[in-house]
Structure formats: structure tokens, C-alpha cells
């Protein structure tokens, strides 16, 4: 059987992901930011594991990808780190929504330079998922999210995809230190909003 290039790349960030967390005796999700961000440095910190990682780097860069490639590799090893250890924010926005938001935004706005935030943008599945369907590269990225992993996850899958994402780890209901925005996205995560004085200002 023919692999495609996502599998390819998630089985390789997969093998990569599973010897970093026996190592560590890690989560999925940790073991895999790790990964990601090895990746992108084209380091391994884990020198004990070093011989088994290399090869794997070495397979991840010897593949003839695109950016859209490496976000849905990346959304499998996500998918499947969340599943094995499920939280109320660790959600990752369906591809059918990435799809729609992403053709209305690159509908809107055509071949013109824009810039974006994603209030929530947890891992950055939809932000750089809009970002591969936009008919331009001139466009000022924002994302915005609380929790620490995701926001290195973030980091890492924008990376990974060369895409140029100005992050904030902080409360997206909390003023935000960026500029006004051409378009706002996001899939709000389901769960408790603990700040209930920052709730009511906003309410």
C-alpha cells in the first residue's frame, strides 16, 4: 500500500514522540512538544535516545512536504495525544471548520496582505490551516492562548510550517498587546471559565 506524505510524516513524529516519552515518562502531549520542537531545531536534547531519533529526523527532512502537510501530520499526533489523555481545553478544531473558515477568509480577503488573530488559538491548528488556504504570505498572525503546552505547540507547529505567528501565552479575554486586526477567528474551548470578575466585563 502507498503511504501519502501525512502519513509518512505522523508515523516518523509519531516513533519520534513515543521514544521521547518513555524517556521522559511524559504525556503523549509533552513528549510530542519536545518532538516538535527538536524538529525545529534540528536538536535532540534526550542524548540517551539520540541514535533512534536521528534517523527519524534525518527521514522527517529527506521528505518533499508543504506546509499543509506537515499541519495535518501534526494534527494526528495532536488528536491522538488528546485522546489518551482527554482535557477540557485540549479540543482540536475539526478540519471541516479549518476548511470553511479558511475559503471565507481567503475569500474576503483575495490576494491582499491582512492580518489575523485567534483569541484561543490552542495548538494553532486553525490559524495556520487558514493561513495555507490564503492566496498571500504577506499576512501579520496573531494567536493567544492560556495554557503553557499549547502555546508551545503553537510555537512549534508554526514553526515547523515556516509560518511567522506572534504568540501570547495569556487569557484571550485579557487586553491583548497587538494592534487592530483585519479578522478575528477562533473555536472557543468548552469548559469553565474560572475569572468570573474578567467574565462580567466582558458579558
Known amino acids: 500500500m502507498q503511504t501519502t506524505t501525512v502519513s509518512e510524516l505522523f508515523t516518523i513524529i509519531d516513533q519520534a514522540t513515543l521514544y521521547t516519552k518513555k524517556e521522559r515518562k511524559s504525556d503523549y502531549l509533552t513528549a510530542l512538544c519536545e518532538t516538535a520542537e527538536g524538529l525545529v531545531q534540528d536538536e535532540i536534547k534526550a542524548e540517551t535516545i539520540a541514535d533512534k531519533l536521528k534517523p527519524l529526523y534525518e527521514r522527517f527532512y529527506s521528505q518533499k ?44 480577503a483575495g490576494k491582499k496582505p491582512f492580518s489575523i488573530l485567534d483569541p484561543a488559538v490552542g495548538a494553532a491548528n486553525l490559524l495556520t490551516g487558514i493561513m495555507n488556504q490564503s492566496a498571500t504570505d504577506e499576512i501579520q498572525a496573531f494567536g493567544v492562548d492560556a495554557d503553557p503546552l499549547l502555546i508551545r505547540l503553537a510555537a512549534a507547529n508554526a514553526n515547523l510550517q515556516q509560518k511567522a505567528v506572534q504568540l501570547f501565552h495569556q487569557d484571550g479575554l485579557k487586553p491583548i498587546l497587538a494592534d487592530p486586526v483585519d479578522y478575528v477567528v477562533c473555536d472557543l474551548p468548552i469548559g469553565v471559565y474560572p475569572d468570573q470578575e474578567t467574565a462580567k466585563i466582558i458579558v
Request: hydrophobic residues 50%.
Open 65 to 108: 512536504m508543504t506546509a499543509e502537510d506537515v499541519r495535518r501530520s501534526l494534527q494526528l499526533a495532536l488528536l491522538k495525544g488528546m485522546k489518551a489523555s482527554p482535557q477540557p481545553n485540549h479540543e482540536l478544531t475539526p478540519d471541516t471548520l479549518v476548511l470553511l473558515m479558511g475559503h471565507m477568509v481567503a475569500m474576503l
